[in-house]
């Protein structure tokens, strides 16, 4: 395993359902938890994690939670990915992409129905926010 997969945590044991407590990650960053640059640290934690997973080829979605880090499970990402895309425009197609990842046959029959309107309201959304018109540069007529 390279250097970079191992620091600053090893993701070689992690899966979903996975819970990284603040008391571990404070020990980790050598931040105090609730300080900014602890916050900071989380975001590019939560990062690094689902890339160091993404090249194990475990797909996952990896939320802030109480100041700690938590790999959601199949079922927690459907609900996880919908909420995240209604607070913002910018997230719709990031949430889209890791709602389509999602592993079905671990979601019940009814979980799979909502998973299905919520994936087509995804599309509709990303569909929606994507610029419609192209702006080329002009001259001012003096």
Do not use: C
Not at 124 to 142: F, N, Y
């Amino acid at each position: 395993m390279s250097e970079q997969s191992v620091w600053p945590i090893d993701t070689s044991e992690l899966k979903k359902g996975d819970y990284i407590s603040p008391q571990r990650l404070s020990e980790l960053t050598k931040l105090s938890v609730g300080s900014p640059q602890y916050a900071f640290k989380l975001m590019s934690l939560k990062k690094f994690i689902t890339k160091a997973l993404a090249k194990r080829g475990l797909l996952v979605t990896v939320a802030i939670r109480q100041d700690g880090l938590a790999i959601l499970t199949d079922q927690e990402a459907a609900i996880y990915n919908v909420k995240f895309a209604k607070s913002g425009a910018r997230r719709i197609k990031r949430s889209a992409v890791r709602h389509s990842v999602i592993d079905l046959s671990k979601l019940t029959p009814a979980e799979r129905e909502q998973w299905d309107k919520d994936a087509r309201r995804l599309a509709a959304m990303s569909e929606g926010v994507r610029p419609t018109i192209k702006l080329t540069p002009h001259k001012r007529i003096s």
